[in-house]
């Protein structure tokens, strides 16, 4: 059936509202007269009610909202305190739809209902984000930034308890190579070119992080998630200076009492949420600790990891032109590691290598993570809104670890000795970082427009105190070898302080008209941003298109083009001077911003499978690359040059079908193809992040007859990246590692189930679910790679060996919902 698109304009509400009510009253006209017809059967199916409340985004009742079961008579319209009641004929799977002019369609699938169910729903003003067109039981895509969807986040299999960049890292264009981080690479892009945004509040990651082990819990807690929306390029202006992606979560303002309490063998967390009359609160705090997963690893040793972290979001609408908004968060990240001993077999199946290290010494990390956001909104009319916000964000690293390693390497088919000799590293690396941003935004909705403009500022201000070096002896000699003296492999040394000030602005509109020919939604801004550190000024104009042809309403067509750059921060500063063996630091006052211009033609096609909504989308992209600043990736360290001296580009092709595989369950698949190369010191060579293809899946299924088995299934197949011996430079790395291949999967079982409230007795009248879960991680056993250790011979030759990830592992886990 066409969908029909319908433009809310604020000065004709009155008629809509007439319209409403005509219509109520033909449909209770229709349900009478359907009534009347039901009498005459000889038999009627069982039967139960739904009744509920419905509200608007701030919390105020909505009359006149149409409900209607899919498929049958049954229906009703809620009452002027946003109230409903009617039966419906039950089934195996029921559809209950909740539309109202002006404001986007919602849906809601029942599974085997019976007898009295509670179901309250939040209505979402169509005008919210005119970039995007509710149509049917799938979203529409107009602009570059879709929403994902959150309802499979609490239960999906996770192995890092960062469940919002887990689902992230299966969309199309995006991939993950390491299961123990939270990280992940965006259509050619390095970690640090994604943009992360809470509550309109950019945050930021730990920078001395290294290795995926050491990584703990981000800032984005998932319990408290509303809305997810990512763009995988081609992003508005409102959004800050990244070449990438951009990640924009809104957290929820709960409209009653709600809580969830989690916990398996990697970690525990618990969740609550409240509403007191005008005043929303929710809070979680969570710890993770993944000894269990790292006691999979091939080096045996004592993990210590654990990761702590509370995080309260509170809002306060006084009235309805007054909005307070606060967010707080503190995290304590400690990693403690004292290695014992590790073998590795390596190579072909004609040629296996063994690898044998026993290990003296240890690790200790700690991150501390401070971060804290207030808004204030004023609602000027119907019309417009202007938002004052500051933020604070303060980071404290350590990171220190002496570490010996005494190795063999032998040839297994003939018992040879290739190798003997003991490596040293050590580290003293400590890092403060804070960061204080005030901001300002106005909005305006004229007519068919939207019109945003945004001025901020802020103060940055990084201490670093780095203490690096590494000994290695092969066959006891000590490498480099020199007869008259000792020399390092690798020595480090920095010890820098930066105070810098940053002052952008943004404008952008968007504008969206319903012509004879179809929808068009246009949005064009600029940004403007300047930086106190190097004096640079940067101009990054952006426009993207979006149409729905009127002559096939299933298809949407869509362009974005812009100017885009990575605005340098304190990593890509860091330029390194070697003399007598020793490496220092020196920061680069006349680096500058790596620039992208882009362009990603896209569309989507909206079609019905056995009654069941989907959608395949794709997009080609292409990014001409300039001024940009090599780097080096080790797990997931990045090491940049710290000076502008490449260019490239990156182009590729991203596809995805997503929908309703399962009635009830949302699903899908992402392929994309990739090329990014550039030229650096003359030479055309891969970039560090040329993965070539990447595979992704996330599917949900029921058992068939009941709702209380549900399976989830997380998928990765991706190409190997490129790399080289250590300290060699990007135009040495000729090797290509093995294909990231993975599979996940997790059952839960329904112990409770209390959605409509029927208990009333007992413990069971506070639970909403009671959940239990089994997931398998690497189900197949596969072996991926995170990095290389380098061994050299007694013949000078080097040899690649394999740093494996996780293996093949049961986590079993329980949620109380209530």
């Not at 804290?372 to 980071?395: E, H, K, P, V």
Request: net charge neutral; glycine share 8%.
């Amino acid at each position: 059936m066409p969908v029909r698109y319908i433009v809310v304009k604020r000065h004709v509400f009155f008629l809509l509202f007439l319209f409403s009510c005509l219509w109520a009253i033909a449909q209770e006209a229709n349900d009478v007269h359907a009534e009347k017809a039901d009498t005459l059967k000889s038999a009627s199916p069982a039967r139960c009610t739904l009744h509920g409340r419905i509200t608007d985004e701030s919390g105020k009742a909505l009359p006149f909202v149409a409900v209607k079961v899919e498929g049958q008579v049954a229906g009703t319209f809620s009452n002027p305190k946003g109230e409903y009641s009617f039966e419906f004929a039950t089934d195996d799977s029921v559809v209950v739809s909740y539309s109202m002019m002006g404001f986007e369609r919602k849906q809601k699938v029942f599974l085997r209902p019976q007898g009295r169910l509670v179901w309250n729903v939040q209505m979402r003003s169509s005008g919210t984000d005119m970039t995007e067109v509710t149509v049917s039981e799938v979203r529409r895509q107009m602009g570059t930034t879709q929403e994902l969807t959150t309802k499979d986040l609490r239960r999906m299999p996770s192995t890092t308890g960062n469940a919002v960049e887990e689902m992230v890292a299966t969309q199309a264009g995006v991939s993950s190579h390491n299961e123990l981080s939270s990280q992940y690479n965006v259509r050619g892009g390095s970690f640090d070119e994604n943009c992360v945004y809470v509550n309109g509040m950019e945050v930021y990651r730990p920078l001395l992080i290294s290795s995926g082990q050491q990584e703990g819990l981000s800032v984005i807690n998932s319990d408290m998630v509303e809305r997810v929306q990512f763009s995988a390029g081609g992003f508005e202006a409102k959004y800050g200076d990244r070449m990438s992606s951009v990640l924009d979560i809104t957290y929820k303002k709960p409209e009653r009492h709600e809580g969830a309490v989690g916990a398996s063998l990697l970690g525990a967390s618990v969740y609550d949420g409240l509403r007191v009359g005008k005043l929303s609160l929710s809070q979680g705090l969570r710890f993770k600790s993944n000894r269990y997963m790292l006691g999979s690893l091939e080096t045996n040793g004592e993990y210590d990891p654990s990761f702590l972290d509370y995080q309260a979001y509170l809002s306060w609408s006084p009235s309805e032109r007054w909005t307070f908004d606060a967010i707080g968060y503190i995290s304590r990240n400690r990693y403690h590691f004292k290695p014992k001993n590790r073998t590795t077999n390596f190579g072909t199946m004609e040629d296996v290598k063994s690898f044998t290290v026993y290990f003296d010494g240890e690790e200790q990390d700690l991150f501390r993570t401070l971060f804290g956001s207030i808004a204030i909104t004023r609602q000027l009319g119907s019309r417009s809104s202007f938002t004052l916000g500051a933020s604070a964000f303060s980071t404290k690293e350590r990171e220190t670890y002496d570490i010996q390693g005494q190795y063999w390497l032998d040839d297994t088919k003939t018992s040879e000795q290739l190798g003997v000799g003991t490596y040293m590293e050590h580290a003293r690396n400590l890092l403060t970082s804070s960061t204080q941003t005030a901001r300002a935004v106005f909005a305006w909705r004229p007519a068919e427009h939207h019109l945003q403009a945004g001025l901020l500022f802020k103060h940055e201000r990084i201490r670093e105190n780095t203490r690096e070096w590494e000994f290695r002896d092969s066959a006891g000699y000590s490498m480099p070898h020199y007869p008259d003296h000792l020399e390092l492999i690798y020595n480090l040394k920095s010890k820098q302080e930066i105070s810098s000030n940053r002052l952008e602005a943004f404008v952008q509109d968007t504008w969206r008209k319903e012509l004879k020919a179809g929808i068009l939604s246009l949005n064009y801004g600029a940004r403007l941003s300047h930086w106190s550190w190097n004096g640079e000024t940067l101009f990054s104009p952006r426009a993207s298109i979006g149409f729905v042809p009127a002559a096939n309403d299933n298809f949407t067509f869509r362009l974005a083009t812009g100017m885009y750059y990575q605005a340098p921060f304190y990593k890509e500063l860091r330029d390194t001077v070697t003399a007598d063996g020793a490496t220092i630091v020196r920061l680069n006052s006349d680096i500058k911003s790596q620039r992208s211009f882009q362009v990603v033609l896209g569309g989507e096609y909206k079609f019905r499978v056995a009654e069941r909504p989907f959608k395949f989308t794709s997009e080609l992209y292409y990014k001409a690359q300039s001024r940009l600043n090599p780097y080096n990736v080790d797990n997931v360290k990045i090491v940049y040059y710290g000076r502008n001296e490449a260019s490239g580009y990156v182009a590729g092709l991203d596809l995805k079908v997503y929908g309703e595989f399962v009635p009830g369950t949302d699903s899908w698949i992402s392929f994309s193809l990739m090329k990014a190369s550039m030229k650096l010191h003359g030479k055309t060579i891969p970039q560090p992040t040329d993965q070539r293809w990447n595979l992704n899946m996330f599917f949900s299924d029921y058992f068939p007859g009941t709702d209380r088995w549900k399976m989830t299934l997380k998928m990765a197949f991706a190409d190997g990246l490129p790399f080289g011996a250590p300290h060699s430079g990007l135009e040495h790395h000729y090797w290509r590692a093995t294909p990231y291949r993975r599979v996940d999967i997790g059952m839960n079982y329904r112990l409770l189930n209390n959605e409509d409230g029927h208990r009333h007795n007992g413990l069971g009248q506070h639970l909403r679910n009671v959940w239990l879960g089994l997931d398998c991680f690497n189900i197949f056993g596969l072996n991926n790679v995170a990095s290389y250790l380098w061994i050299t011979d007694i013949t000078n030759q080097q040899y690649a060996v394999p740093n494996y990830l996780t293996g093949r592992m049961i986590n079993a886990r329980f949620l109380i919902e209530f």
